[in-house]
C-alpha cells in the first residue's frame, strides 16, 4: 500500500508561480511512475502530467507545456510539480497518482493509477 500526502497548493494571482510536491511511503517509490491531475468543480479528473521510474522522461498535457514541470527526487520519495505563468483556468484540486511499472510517453487515464492521494487546492485569481 502507497500513502501520498500532497502540500504546497493555495491561492495565487494569474502569472503567478506555484510548487506542489507529493511525498510517498508504504512502498518502493522507484517501482512507480508518478504523476498529477487535476479536477475542477464539475468537471472530469484530467490528467496533467507524468515521470518515468528514473526522471529521465516525462510528458505534459498540451495545456501545461511550457508552463508546468515535474521532477522527482527518489531519495526523499518526493515528486513535484512547478506550476508558472498560472491562468483562472488551472484552478482545481490537483492529485498525486502513483502509477505501478507505469511509463511517462502518453497521458494516463484513471485506470492507470494505482494508488492517489487526498488533493491539495489550487486556486488562480484573475
Known amino acids: 500500500q502507497v500513502h501520498l500526502v500532497e502540500s504546497g497548493g493555495g491561492l495565487v494571482q494569474a502569472g503567478g508561480s506555484l510548487r506542489l510536491s507529493c511525498a510517498a511511503s508504504?512502498?518502493?517509490?522507484?517501482?512507480?511512475?508518478m504523476g498529477w491531475f487535476r479536477q475542477a468543480p464539475g468537471k472530469e479528473r484530467e490528467f496533467v502530467s507524468a515521470?518515468?521510474?528514473?526522471?529521465?522522461?516525462?510528458y505534459f498535457t498540451d495545456s501545461v507545456k511550457g508552463r508546468f514541470t515535474i521532477s522527482r527526487d527518489n531519495a526523499k520519495n518526493t515528486v513535484y510539480l512547478q506550476m508558472n505563468s498560472l491562468r483562472p483556468e488551472d484552478t482545481a484540486r490537483y492529485y498525486c497518482?502513483?502509477?505501478?511499472?507505469?511509463?511517462?510517453?502518453?497521458?494516463?487515464?484513471?485506470?492507470?493509477?494505482?494508488?492517489w492521494g487526498q488533493g491539495t487546492q489550487v486556486t488562480v485569481s484573475s
Open positions: 497518482a502513483a502509477n505501478y511499472l507505469g511509463v511517462a510517453e502518453r497521458e494516463w487515464g484513471p485506470k492507470d493509477v494505482n494508488y
Open positions: 508504504g512502498g518502493t517509490f522507484t517501482n512507480y511512475a
Open positions: 515521470i518515468s521510474l528514473t526522471g529521465r522522461k516525462t
